[in-house]
C-alpha cells in the first residue's frame, strides 16, 4: 500500500481461498484487460467472462492470456454452461474449457431447471477437470427459493466437489439473494450462514450498497463477486474502511472478524 | 464466432440493412474508440457522435479515421444538426460534413419546432449529399405525439429519402417512445408497427429492459441504437440468446422472426 | 472549437479561476488517465483521487506525473485527509503531500466530527503548503446541516484560507446538497448563494441533473465535481447548450450571466 496507515484491517493475501475479488469481464478488449490488471492485480483474485460473452468476442485466446500472465484463473459465466447443457453439448462444454485452457468452470442452474442430483453430477463430473464454482438461485424473480433449501442445495453442491458456492444476484444484482430493488433478503443470508461457512460462498454483489451489506457482515475478507472492472478499486477501498460507507468499521476494534 | 453451438439464431451478415446496432460514442479518445472496435467490429454497424461532442472532442478527424478504418459510416447527433438550423447555418452544417468526409446526417426536430414539410425539405436536400436517418419524437418528455401522428411523421420522411427512421429516446431512454421511468410505449410501438416496416426504424434502446423488449418483439435483427460502447458485447449475446433474458427465445424454434 | 457556431457561450479560459471541472479519479490505470486527459485537456481543471482509492492503487507517481504533464493539479480526496486525522497522523499527511508532490489538498469532516474551530485550524496550516479546499456537508445523509449553518461554516472556511468551499455530495449525488433521491436542496442552494460567492464554491454533481440544475441556475462557467472521467465531454457540451437539455439556455440572450 502506498503510504503508512495505522488500523489498516488484515487483508489476507494473494493467492487466498477467502477475501476473494471476482470481476465480472462482459467484453473488454485485450488493453482494456491490461489497464483492469495493471492497477487491479494486487486485488482481483478471478475473472468470469459474463454469460455468453465468449462467444461473441474477437481476441478470446489472447484475453485468456493476459489474465493468466497475472496468474489469474478465469471461467465462463454460468450461462453459457447452460446453453451447451441444453443442447446436449456437455461434452463439447468440456471441450472448449481445455481448448482454452480454462481450469475453473461454473455449474449452475439460473436459465434451465435440472433435477438437483443431475445438477451434483455435472458438479462431480467437472470437478475432475478442475476447480467448479456452483451457483444457487434463480434468475427468474418469480422464482422464490425459500432458505432450508438454499441450505439443502449449497451443502449437496459443496459435498458434491464445488469449491465454492455462488449466490446468485445476475449482472444487475436484482435477482437471488436480492429483492427486485437491489436490497438483501437479510433474512435469507443470515439464515444460510447459520448452516453453510462464509470463507465457501462467493457472493455476487454489483451494487455498491450490496457490497458494503456484506463487508459490515462479515468483514473485509468477505469473498464478493460480478464487481465491474471500474469498481476493484473502490470495492478494495471499501474493504480496508478508506471509504465513507465504512470509515469507522476497522476503528479502535470495531467490527474485527 | 468463437465456438460451436446449435440453435444460435442467424444475424445478418454485415454490411447489412437490418439487424443494425447503432453506438453512441460521447467523447471517446482515439485509443478508446480503437479498443471498442477491436472488439466491437463484427458487431457494430454505426457510429454516432452523440449530441454536439463533435464540437469539443479534441482529434476529432483521428476518431472519424479510426472508424472508416474499420468500414463504419460515422454521424454527426441530431442536436448538433438543429444547432447549426436554429442559427441559420444549415448550409454550414453541409461544409463540415463535407470537411470531416462524412456521408450519414440526421436530420432531428427534438430541440427545435420546425413545420414538417420544411424538416422534409431538408431530409431531400441532405439525400443528396449522403444517406439520412431522420429522428421522430421531441427530447421534451412533456410534448406527446399520438400514435397515428407517430405514423404520419415517419412515413413522410421516408418518403423524402430518409433511408431509416430513428425513434427517439435520448441518451438516458426516458422520452419519446419510452415513458419517464424508462418503459416502453408498447402500444405506440405495436401501433407504428402496423403501417412502418420495422426494418426502416431504428429504435433508440440504451437501457437493457429497452433492448430486450424489441429483441423478444421482432427478433435478433432489430435495429438498435444509442448503444454504449461498454454494452456492445452483452447486447450481441443477448441478441443470440446466450444471455439469462433471451435465453429460451430461440430455442426449439421459439421466437423465430 | 471544431466548427464556426454563433451563439456559444463563452466559457472563461484555462487556467481560469471559475467555470471549473473536477473529475474523480477512483482508481484510473496509467493509460487510462491518459486517454482521459487526451480529449479531456482543454476542459478538466483538477482532478481528485477519490476517497481513499490513492492507498491501494499501484503506479500512484506515475500516475500523478501524467496528470502533471497536463499542468493539471491532483488532491486526494477528503476521506483519505480524515483517515490519517483520525488516527493522530495529520503530520503524516502532509508529509505524504510532499512525497507526492501533492499541492491541493482537501479539508473535510464528511465521516468524523471536528470542532470547526479545529477543522479551520487545519485550513490555515495546510494553507501554508499549498491550496485548500475545504467541505462542508456529511456524508451521513441522516446529519441535516440548516442553511445558515451551511453559511457559517462555508464563511468561516474561506476567511480561514480555503480557496473554494466544495459543496458535499458523495461519489453518488445523494447527500449534502441532494436529497437521498440525487434531488437538489433547491431551498439550500439558493439560501447559501445569496451570502457566498457563487464562483468561491466547487458544487458536486455527479448527476446529470443535477448538473444541469447549477448550469441553468449560475451559468455556463458554474464550478463543478466529482465528474466521472467518461462525462467531461459530455458535460462540456451541456455547458455550452449542444445538449437538449441546455439546447435554448444560451440562444437570443437567454440565461447570459
Not at 69 to 91: C, M
Request: proline share 5%; hydrophobic share 40%.
Amino acid at each position: 500500500m502506498n503510504f503508512n496507515l495505522t488500523q489498516i484491517p488484515d487483508r489476507i493475501k494473494k493467492p487466498r481461498n477467502s477475501g476473494i475479488t471476482m470481476v465480472m469481464d462482459k467484453g473488454l478488449s485485450i488493453p482494456e484487460a491490461q489497464n483492469m490488471m495493471s492497477v487491479g492485480h494486487p486485488h482481483i483474485d478471478i475473472v468470469k467472462l459474463g454469460f455468453g460473452t465468449s462467444f461473441v468476442t474477437p481476441n478470446l485466446r489472447e484475453k485468456i492470456e493476459v489474465y493468466k500472465s497475472y496468474d489469474i484463473p478465469v471461467y465462463f459465466g454460468g450461462t453459457l454452461f447452460e446453453a451447451f447443457l441444453i443442447r446436449n453439448q456437455f461434452n463439447d462444454y468440456i471441450s472448449v474449457c481445455k481448448e482454452y485452457d480454462i481450469s475453473y468452470m461454473e455449474v449452475s442452474d439460473g436459465s434451465i431447471n435440472i433435477p438437483h442430483a443431475e445438477k451434483c453430477g455435472y458438479i462431480e463430473k467437472l470437478a475432475k477437470h478442475g476447480t467448479v464454482l456452483s451457483e444457487v438461485g434463480s434468475k427468474d424473480a418469480a422464482h422464490i427459493i425459500p432458505p432450508y433449501k438454499w441450505i439443502e442445495l449449497m451443502s449437496a453442491e459443496l459435498k458434491a466437489g464445488s469449491s465454492y458456492v455462488i449466490a446468485e444476484a445476475r449482472e444487475a444484482g436484482n435477482v437471488g439473494i436480492y429483492r427486485g430493488s437491489g436490497e438483501v433478503r437479510e433474512g435469507l443470508v443470515q439464515e444460510i450462514l447459520t448452516q453453510i461457512p462464509g470463507e465457501k460462498i462467493l457472493w455476487e454483489a454489483p451494487q455498491k450498497a450490496q457490497q458494503l451489506y456484506f463487508i459490515e457482515l462479515l468483514g473485509c475478507n468477505v469473498n464478493l463477486g460480478n464487481i465491474a472492472p471500474t469498481e476493484v478499486i473502490p470495492l478494495e477501498t471499501m474493504r480496508i474502511g478508506l471509504r465513507g460507507d465504512t470509515f469507522n468499521l476497522f476503528l479502535n476494534g470495531n467490527g474485527q472478524h
